[in-house]
């Protein structure tokens, strides 16, 4: 059994923030445009209403809006959160399988390298993965590599995988619309997974947007389950009177 803290800090450490400290009961990040996940504070311990005055304040003192990741046991903290008028934004399920439940084999037409070449950071930036987020990939410290591949002869897809804790988590799989319904991903996460094998991983993790409904049933599909859950929390107004 893999616990939730070892989850979470594998999803961490191949997804890393510029920085991270503790303030008070929260985890504060320093993201660098990376992203919600590498920007956004969260809660490792109960939190009052003067502890989220602080750290909302520190967010407004340094010009940034205040952004939570809200974890599927921080129920006293989402519901404080929401009685400050934050609205939930992007509810995100984390999968997990065992490596033994993906082939064996390397599939035909994909590849792995690091760093990224020009064409995947053309793919990812077509689906919105920015060069902030390449940074982030830049800067995991652990064994990593990227995924490369092609539909025919065009290159159709490219993501990134890293391993920590023996977990290997896939990140940024992007896949051209044009190439969508041709197994891309499916091929994608087979390489991850043979790759993660050679660095004696025994898991393969990633995270999805509920949303993406699509993606869900494919990577269901593949025999990974569901095993947590978070959600951001942020404002599209002005606090609420009180």
Known sequence: ?????????????????????RFGPFVWREGAGGGQRVSAASASAPV???QLDRIEARFNSLGRDPLFQVRDNSVAFDRLLDERGYDVVDPTVLMLAPIDRFPMEVPDKVYTSWPPVAVQREIWAEGGIDAERVAVME???????????????APAG????????????????????SARRHGVARAMLALAAYWAREQEATHLALQVTQANAAAVSLYSSLGMKAVGQYHYRKRSSPPRET
């Open 158 to 177: 490219a993501g990134f995988v890293a391993v920590s804790n023996r977990i290997a988590v896939v990140h940024a799989l992007e896949v051209n619309v």
């Open 48 to 50: 009052s209403a003067d």
């Open 1 to 21: 059994m893999i616990s939730d803290d070892t989850l979470w800090a594998a999803l961490e450490a191949t997804w890393p923030p510029v920085s991270c400290e």
């Open 139 to 153: 800067r995991v410290s652990c064994a990593k590599t990227s995924l490369l591949a092609r539909l025919g002869d």
